[in-house]
C-alpha cells in the first residue's frame, strides 16, 4: 500500500507486519537517544485542519524520531482560515518536496480525495477524517492489546513488558467497545481491524449513539453494558463528543453515566486479566470514572506511548522501509 487511509484497507499481514515493526521501535523510546536515522532528509508534514493535540504531538515525536524533518500546517492562522481549500494546500505542500502527509480534516473522506486525486506524490496517512476513521489510533490499540493478551508467560494479564510473539493476532479475543459509536471515527476502524485480526467486537450503547448501517459492521451490538462485561478481555470507553451533537442523545449526563458509564464496581466484574482503554481526551466521571482511569487496569498512558512506536511503523514502511512491490 502507498498510503493509510481505511483500517479496512490493511490485510492481516499488513496489520501484522505494522504491529511487529513498533515492537522492534518501541525499544528507542529506551534509549538515551531516542533517534534513528532512517528517514533523514525525507520530509513529513502535519496537515491538520481539525484540532488535535496528542495526535499531531504523537505523529511529530514519530517523524523527529527518525529524523525526518516535519513541518506542522495548522488551518488556524493559515491560508486555508482564508479560505484556501484542501487541494492548493496540498498543491503548496508537494511543492516543498512533502514525502508523507499526515492529514486530519473535519470531512470524511478528505484523505482519500488528497490521496487519489494524486495532489501529492507523497504517502497521505489518514490522522482523522470527521466522523469516519482513525487508524493509527485502531493499530495503536490493537498493538496494546496484544502486548497485553497475547503470547505472555503464564497465559493473558502478565501486564506491560512481555512482548506478544511476533506475527500473532488477537483471535477470539473479546474486545467491548462502549458509547459514543456515533461521532467515534476511533469506534470504526477499530472494529474493521479488529475483525481482521480475528477478535469479537461488541459494540455497547444507547439506540441513539449507534450510527446507521452499524448492522453491517462485522461486530455485534448491546444496549446493556453490564451484560457485556463478564467474557471482556478489553473494553475502550469512547468520549462523549459533546462537540458535534447538536441534539439531545441521552436524557442527561447522570443518566448516561448511570448506564454507560465504567466505575469501579463494573470494572471489579471484568475478568482478572481485561484490560481498560480509552482514545483519549476523557470526560472524567462521565464515561469513565476517575478511579478507574488511575487503576492498575487501566493502560489508558500506554497507549500513548505505543502510538508513537505505531506511527514510527506506519512512517517507516510507508516512506523509509518499503521496498517495491513489497509495501505496508
Do not use: C
Amino acid at each position: 500500500m502507498k498510503h493509510l487511509l481505511s483500517a479496512g484497507d490493511l490485510s492481516r499481514d499488513d496489520a501484522i507486519r505494522v504491529l511487529d515493526t513498533a515492537e522492534e521501535l518501541l525499544g528507542v523510546a529506551q534509549r538515551p537517544i531516542k533517534k534513528l536515522p532512517t528517514l533523514r532528509g525525507r520530509t513529513v508534514v502535519n496537515l491538520f485542519f481539525e484540532d488535535s493535540t496528542r495526535t499531531r504531538i504523537s505523529f511529530e515525536a514519530a517523524a523527529k524520531r527518525l529524523s525526518a524533518d516535519v513541518i506542522n500546517f495548522s488551518a488556524k492562522g493559515s491560508s486555508a482560515s482564508k479560505g484556501e481549500g484542501l487541494k492548493d494546500t496540498a498543491l503548496t505542500l508537494q511543492a516543498m518536496g512533502a514525502d508523507a502527509v499526515v492529514v486530519r480534516h473535519h470531512h470524511s473522506g478528505a484523505p482519500h480525495r488528497l490521496a487519489h486525486a494524486q495532489w501529492t506524490n507523497g504517502a497521505v496517512i489518514n490522522a482523522g477524517d470527521g466522523t469516519h476513521e482513525h487508524p493509527t489510533q485502531a493499530l495503536l490499540d490493537a498493538f496494546t492489546m496484544r502486548r497485553h493478551l497475547v503470547g505472555l508467560p503464564g497465559g493473558p494479564g502478565g501486564g506491560a513488558g512481555p512482548r506478544a510473539a511476533e506475527g500473532t493476532d488477537l483471535a477470539d479475543k473479546h474486545v467491548t467497545i462502549v458509547g459514543d459509536v456515533l461521532h467515534s471515527r476511533v469506534a470504526r476502524s477499530n472494529a474493521l481491524l479488529l475483525h481482521t485480526l480475528g477478535a469479537h467486537v461488541t459494540l455497547v450503547a444507547p439506540p441513539t449513539l449507534l450510527p446507521v448501517g452499524v448492522e453491517s459492521w462485522p461486530v455485534e451490538t448491546s444496549y446493556d453494558l453490564d451484560a457485556s462485561l463478564e467474557k471482556a478481555d478489553a473494553v475502550m470507553m469512547l468520549r462523549v463528543q459533546r462537540e458535534r451533537m447538536n441534539a439531545s442523545y441521552f436524557p442527561s449526563a447522570r443518566e448516561y453515566s448511570r448506564r454507560y458509564g465504567l466505575d469501579v464496581a463494573r470494572m471489579n466484574r471484568l475478568p482478572e486479566h481485561a484490560i481498560v482503554m480509552h482514545p483519549g481526551p476523557m470526560n472524567r466521571g462521565m464515561e469513565i470514572n476517575a478511579d478507574v482511569a488511575d487503576s492498575p487496569r487501566s493502560v489508558i498512558v500506554e497507549q500513548v506511548t505505543n502510538g508513537v512506536a505505531v506511527r514510527m511503523a506506519v512512517l517507516y514502511l510507508l516512506v523509509g522501509g518499503a521496498t517495491e512491490g513489497n509495501d505496508a
